[in-house]
């Protein structure tokens, strides 16, 4: 921690000065503003303003803590808003702002209204991506497990959660509450939520999204989150009616559910039709915005009808996730995101009232909260499990992994308190919760998805109508060349190519019903697609290639190599003198790495030789020369590195150097290098650059060939007696 906050102060140390002088100086010109109405406003809207910078930085403070122990970033966020928030720093009185930047607020709420009404949009927000990232298609493909264990799992976290309500309602509210009240029903179904974001993100980490248990995990956290929200909904027209009969609960709960299903059905029905006319407008970014727009139109009426706003955005996701713009709006709004939720999190943190959660009974009741939340979806997710082919450890993975709360879970406990059905004990019971088996579960399932052992009692069979493509590539440099062309290709195609992974290069590629994975090596690229898709990536892939061998002759014809190369030996100034640019670099030379009686006589045992004094020099480790010869051969083979005048500039990117070194060689006979001039190679300037960490070396090979290009430098190199002249002459000038 201590480093991290040294890196902290150091990195933002004179931003907050800034920023506090910033404050300071623009709460003297505000106040200046005229008074009355609109001087009101603007003083809220100015107040807003710094309340967001505030918020951002300490959100980004606190995830970036939180990731630094492998925690998620959610929490540090969390607790970001608690520290800043109004029972905390945030109500300690600043010039300006006499009752804090973040003050209490009159009416029982903690928050500003313009502050919650950005977090509720972000909240929209949050599970509109929620829904958009639903795979449907998994979804149903693994429907009957992941429904048995997330309705199992629903159905015993909210009855341990409404229990605990009851048997805990005479400690923090000296009143008896019945099973149907609304705080323990808020407290069930806070339960039920299993955080689909942190689960995923675990399991993307350890290579799990598409195992037996990662499917089943993701399959019923999605059931759990639907079956969350509706009844969700049922609570919230429960407690808006006022009625708590299991009549009024059914009418309540069968309207709920019939306006729930009726617009996903809508929303899967008319889905590939709304993305057929979002396609018209032909700008990626208007699309995504337009999507919002309809996500945040369907919010407004399930809140008009009584239900929350969350169904509708998480609805609209859901129904964009099976066309192939689902990807394309996620990216695109991937800042929003960046901006918003964060927001979300840090506000929720705010809301926690750390003088009541410091009693005693508050934090009892809280830790009861977490042990029956823990055993509701173990037993409840575990258990089904063992029954669908999943052994002990399967199963217990299951479990574990519906586990961690997160976003749905702080949304539905912030609209309990915003309307009142739950006082701010409740929420901090909710938030203690929340934030423990996030915090303890995350790495105990991280832990468990280590082991590669079997998780199933019997292997499913293979699926016969996927197939797998892989086309393997002679080196990098054509992996590279034609994942570019195919992405092309397939975009020309009217597909929309999105990168799911920027470290794996995993990209998703979808037109229509058409879903196809691309995968992304140095050696190899790889196709996952249905059957029926399969001719199509061969012929797509046959054409990228024609494509590539027609530029390449096309070079041929319109690259003269012989020309090109003695170009670079072009004396640019008449007296013979180079003049380098720019600072002198520090030499990258070694005594050792020199050598005035090269032995070789052809050109691999040169490559060799010289190789053989850096390995000498200790700048590169003897284990490491066949790598770099063969790569050195490599080169050669593209283009022969023989200049002219006896002079050979061999050079290759290799992984066996982490820095730019090189060698040099003298062969008094000299050696066949197949120079432009068919003459024999005397100098030999090896360099060889790093691969994984690139730098520049065109500049350094052009100083040489502006020092060898002279004549009279090239005698005095001949010229040389022993090592050390050699070294000496040629450390003034590489």
């Given amino acids: 921690m201590e480093l991290i906050l040294k890196y902290l102060q150091m990195r933002w140390g004179r931003i907050a000065v800034i920023a506090g002088v910033a404050v300071l100086v623009a709460g003297n010109v505000f106040a200046s503003v005229g008074e009355g109405a609109e001087g009101a406003l603007v003083e809220r809207i100015t107040t807003l303003v710094f309340q967001l910078s505030l918020i951002i930085f300490a959100a980004w403070v606190g995830g970036l803590c939180f990731e630094k122990f492998g925690f998620p970033s959610v929490l540090g966020e969390i607790i970001a808003g608690v520290i800043i928030g109004p029972y905390c720093l945030g109500g300690f009185s600043l010039p300006e702002f006499a009752h804090g930047i973040f003050p209490l607020q009159g009416g029982g709420f903690p928050v500003s209204v313009e502050l919650y009404s950005l977090a509720t949009i972000a909240s929209i927000i949050l599970l509109f991506l929620t829904g958009l990232e639903t795979d449907l298609e998994t979804f149903l493909q693994f429907s009957v497990a992941g429904s048995v264990v997330g309705i199992s799992g629903v159905v015993v976290s909210f009855v341990a959660g409404d229990i605990l309500g009851v048997l805990m309602s005479d400690i923090i509210f000296n009143e008896h509450y019945g099973f149907f009240h609304t705080v323990p029903l808020f407290l069930g179904v806070i339960s039920t939520a299993t955080s689909v974001g942190i689960t995923a993100r675990i399991l993307s980490e350890k290579r799990k999204m598409h195992s037996p248990e990662g499917v089943t995990i993701l399959s019923a956290a999605v059931i759990d989150d639907v079956l969350g929200i509706i009844i969700l909904a049922v609570i919230l027209g429960v407690a808006k009616s006022g009625d708590v009969g299991?009549?009024?609960?059914?009418?309540?709960?069968?309207?709920?559910?019939?306006?729930?299903?009726?617009?996903?059905?809508?929303?899967?029905?008319?889905?590939?039709?709304?993305?057929?006319?979002?396609?018209?407008?032909?700008?990626?970014?208007?699309?995504?915005?337009?999507?919002?727009?309809?996500?945040?139109?369907?919010?407004?009426?399930?809140?008009?009808?009584?239900?929350?706003?969350?169904i509708g955005a998480y609805i609209m996701g859901l129904s964009l996730s099976k066309t192939d713009l689902s990807f394309i709006i996620q990216e695109k709004l991937e800042i929003l995101r960046k901006f918003l939720v964060p927001v979300f999190f840090c506000v929720m943190g705010m809301l926690i009232n750390l003088e009541k959660m410091a009693s005693w009974n508050i934090v009892m009741v809280g830790l009861l909260y977490v042990v029956f939340a823990v055993l509701g979806k173990l037993v409840g997710c575990s258990i089904p499990a063992m029954f669908l082919n999943f052994n002990l450890r399967g199963a217990l993975r299951v479990g574990v992994g519906m586990v961690p709360r997160g976003e749905v879970a702080l949304i539905m406990a912030g609209i309990g308190l915003s309307l009142g059905i739950i006082n701010?004990?409740?929420?901090?019971?909710?938030?203690?919760?929340?934030?423990?088996?996030?915090?303890?579960?995350?790495?105990?399932?991280?832990?468990m998805l280590e082991s590669e052992k079997p998780v199933l009692r019997k292997e499913p069979p293979v699926k016969k109508w996927l197939r797998t493509i892989k086309y393997d590539m002679p080196n990098p440099e054509t992996a590279e060349l034609l994942l570019a062309k195919v992405i092309d290709a397939f975009e020309e195609e009217g597909f929309f190519v999105h990168r799911m992974n920027l470290l794996q290069r995993f990209y998703n590629i979808r037109k229509d019903q058409s879903v196809i994975t691309l995968r992304h090596t140095s050696q190899c690229l790889t196709?996952?697609?249905?059957?029926?898709?399969?001719?199509?990536?061969?012929?797509?892939?046959?054409?990228?290639?024609?494509?590539?061998?027609?530029?390449?002759?096309?070079?041929?014809?319109?690259?003269?190599?012989?020309?090109?190369?003695?170009?670079?030996?072009?004396?640019?100034?008449?007296?013979?003198?180079?003049?380098?640019?720019?600072?002198?670099?520090?030499?990258?030379?070694?005594?050792?790495?020199?050598?005035?009686?090269?032995?070789?006589?052809?050109?691999?045992?040169?490559?060799?030789?010289?190789?053989?004094?850096?390995?000498?020099?200790?700048?590169?480790?003897?284990?490491?020369?066949?790598?770099?010869?063969?790569?050195?051969?490599?080169?050669?083979?593209?283009?022969?590195?023989?200049?002219?005048?006896?002079?050979?500039?061999?050079?290759?990117?290799?992984k066996a150097v982490i820095d730019l070194v090189i060698a040099v060689g003298i062969s008094q006979q000299g050696v066949d290098f197949n120079s432009f001039d068919k003459k024999p190679s005397r100098i030999f300037v090896l360099t060889l650059i790093p691969k994984v960490n690139p730098q520049p070396y065109l500049q350094t090979m052009a100083e040489i060939s502006k020092f060898l290009v002279v004549e009279k430098n090239r005698h005095k190199i001949l010229s040389c007696e022993t090592k050390a002249d050699l070294f000496s002459l040629l450390s003034q000038h590489l």
């Fill in 527 to 654: 196709f996952d697609c249905l059957a029926q898709d399969a001719a199509f990536i061969h012929t797509l892939f046959y054409e990228v290639i024609a494509e590539v061998e027609y530029f390449m002759k096309r070079l041929q014809s319109i690259a003269d190599k012989s020309n090109i190369g003695k170009r670079i030996f072009t004396v640019e100034d008449e007296s013979g003198i180079a003049h380098p640019q720019g600072e002198k670099r520090e030499t990258v030379l070694s005594p050792l790495a020199v050598e005035i009686a090269v032995k070789g006589q052809t050109k691999e045992a040169v490559l060799v030789e010289l190789v053989d004094l850096l390995v000498q020099s200790g700048q590169v480790k003897a284990a490491k020369i066949d790598d770099i010869v063969h790569d050195l051969k490599d080169r050669e083979a593209m283009m022969s590195t023989g200049m002219q005048d006896g002079i050979a500039l061999p050079h290759a990117k290799t």
């Fill in 246 to 310: 299991f009549k009024e609960v059914s009418f309540i709960a069968l309207k709920a559910i019939g306006i729930w299903l009726g617009f996903t059905f809508l929303g899967l029905k008319f889905a590939c039709r709304i993305t057929a006319n979002l396609k018209k407008i032909n700008n990626k970014g208007t699309i995504a915005v337009l999507s919002l727009a309809l996500a945040l139109l369907l919010a407004g009426i399930f809140e008009k009808a009584g239900l929350a706003m969350i």
């Fill in 424 to 447: 701010d004990v409740v929420f901090s019971v909710a938030m203690i919760m929340t934030f423990i088996t996030t915090l303890v579960m995350s790495p105990v399932l991280d832990k």
